[in-house]
T-cell receptor, first 113, second 113 residues
Framework: DAGITQSPRYKITETGRQVTLMCHQTWSHSYMFWYRQDLGHGLRLIYYSAAADITDKGEVPDGYVVSRSKTENFPLTLESATRSQTSVYFC????????????FGPGTRLTVL | GENVEQHPSTLSVQEGDSAVIKCTYSDSASNYFPWYKQELGKRPQLIIDIRSNVGEKKDQRIAVTLNKTAKHFSLHITETQPEDSAVYFCAASRNTGGFKTIFGAGTRLFVKA
C-alpha cells in the first residue's frame, strides 16, 4: 500500500480556484485511475491512463483535467473548483493491461467553500 | 447508461452468522468483478475478485459467485467477525470497446459481537 501516495491528504479551497491533487506510485504500474467518492454513489471514475501520455475519460470527467508525463505520476486538476466537487478523491493503479486489481491511494479529502 | 446495483445498503448480522451482498450489472461486456472492503477513513482494498469465465471463487471465509446469464454476482462471508465490519463495494469492469469500471453504491456491514 505504501507504493501509492496522494498529496495533499486534506485540502480546503474556494469556488473558482484551481486545485491540483497529486498521485505517485512506485510500482511502475501501467494503469492509473482517479475516482471520486460521494455518499450514496460509491466510487465514480473520473479519468484513467493506460500509460504515459495516454489518458481517457471515465464516467464523470467534466471540470477535471489530467496529465501523465511520467509513468509514476498522475495529477488531477480542478481548473475552476465548484462546491459540487467537494468529495474524497482516490487515485489507484493497476499492473496489468486488462481490468485487474486496483491498488488505491489513501485519498484526498477536498472541500470547496 | 450502464450501472451496478448493490443490495442491501446496510446489513447487520450477529458474530458467527453469514452475510450475503448482491450486485446486478447491466453491461454485458463486463468480464471482471472485484469486491473491495473499505474501513472507516481508509482506502478501499481488494478482498476477492472473479472473472467472467469462472462461476465461483473462494478464499477462506469469503466466496464470490457469478451468474453471467442473469448478470448477477454475490459476496458471501461466513463465520463473520467484528473486524469484518466495514463498507463493501462491488464493481463490474471491462476493457473491450474501451475501458470501463462501474462501482456499486456500497453495503455497510455491521457485525455485532
Amino acid at each position: 500500500d505504501a507504493g501509492i501516495t496522494q498529496s495533499p491528504r486534506y485540502k480546503i479551497t474556494e469556488t473558482g480556484r484551481q486545485v491540483t491533487l497529486m498521485c505517485h506510485q512506485t510500482w511502475s504500474h501501467s494503469y492509473m485511475f482517479w475516482y471520486r467518492q460521494d455518499l450514496g454513489h460509491g466510487l465514480r471514475l473520473i479519468y484513467y491512463s493506460a500509460a504515459a501520455d495516454i489518458t481517457d475519460k471515465g464516467e464523470v470527467p467534466d471540470g477535471y483535467v489530467v496529465s501523465r508525463s511520467k509513468t509514476e505520476n498522475f495529477p488531477l486538476t480542478l481548473e475552476s473548483a465548484t462546491r459540487s466537487q467537494t468529495s474524497v478523491y482516490f487515485c489507484a493503479s493497476s499492473e496489468f493491461q486488462g481490468p485487474d486489481t486496483q491498488y488505491f491511494g489513501p485519498g484526498t479529502r477536498l472541500t470547496v467553500l | 447508461g450502464e450501472n451496478v446495483e448493490q443490495h442491501p445498503s446496510t446489513l447487520s448480522v450477529q458474530e458467527g452468522d453469514s452475510a450475503v451482498i448482491k450486485c446486478t450489472y447491466s453491461d454485458s461486456a463486463s468480464n471482471y468483478f472485484p469486491w473491495y472492503k473499505q474501513e472507516l477513513g481508509k482506502r478501499p482494498q481488494l478482498i476477492i475478485d472473479i472473472r467472467s469465465n469462472v462461476g465461483e471463487k473462494k478464499d477462506q471465509r469469503i466466496a464470490v459467485t457469478l451468474n453471467k446469464t442473469a448478470k448477477h454476482f454475490s459476496l458471501h462471508i461466513t463465520e463473520t467477525q467484528p473486524e469484518d465490519s466495514a463498507v463493501y463495494f462491488c464493481a463490474a469492469s471491462r476493457n473491450t470497446g474501451g475501458f470501463k469500471t462501474i462501482f456499486g453504491a456500497g453495503t455497510r456491514l455491521f457485525v455485532k459481537a
